[in-house]
């Protein structure tokens, strides 16, 4: 495992401190690794969206739909129309 030394103000040294004290991580690493894990998973999600909302925006335009078009839809795709 690679060994990171990091500089942070007494005030962040405090939360972490308190964060070890609180039972929720056992160590300083044990609190760093979970916020990267947090950052990575965010990161993942964030590009999810950020694809999704490009597939939108390359599809064109939409079209209105109105409820009867909406039901219509959903039963085709469920197979039951």
Do not use: C, F, H
């Not at 103000?9 to 004290?21: G, H």
């Not at 690794?33 to 939409?62: E, H, M, T, W, Y």
């Not at 219509?72 to 795709?77: F, K, T, W």
């Amino acid at each position: 495992m690679a060994t990171m030394n990091i500089s942070i103000p007494e005030q962040m040294r405090n939360w972490v401190d308190d964060r070890i004290r609180s039972g929720l991580y056992a160590n300083n690493s044990d609190y760093i690794r979970d916020l990267i894990r947090k950052d990575q998973l965010r990161n993942r999600q964030i590009a999810v969206v950020q694809s999704a909302i490009s597939d939108g925006i390359s599809s064109g335009p939409s079209e209105p739909l109105n409820t009867a078009r909406i039901k219509q839809l959903a039963r085709e795709r469920l197979g039951t129309d």
